[in-house]
């Protein structure tokens, strides 16, 4: 086990102690498309709804 642990820290030696990060050339572009659908469900009371269809230029 002991030596095991020492070839890996030989390994993690042998590498480069520098990591480099860097931002990407272009910008990063996110492509959503979204559907959104509504419905409206509505009641008109009986009273309402008579004086509509007899006025119905009202709206």
């Not at 009986?46 to 230029?57: C, D, F, M, R, W």
Request: some cysteine.
């Amino acid at each position: 086990m002991m030596t095991r642990t020492i070839a890996i820290i030989g390994l993690l030696a042998a590498l480069p102690g520098c990591i480099n990060v860097s931002a990407p050339d272009k910008p990063i572009e996110i492509n959503l498309n979204i559907n959104v659908t509504q419905e409206v469900v509505y009641r008109l009371d009986g009273e309402a709804k008579s004086l509509i269809q007899q006025n119905p230029g009202i709206f």
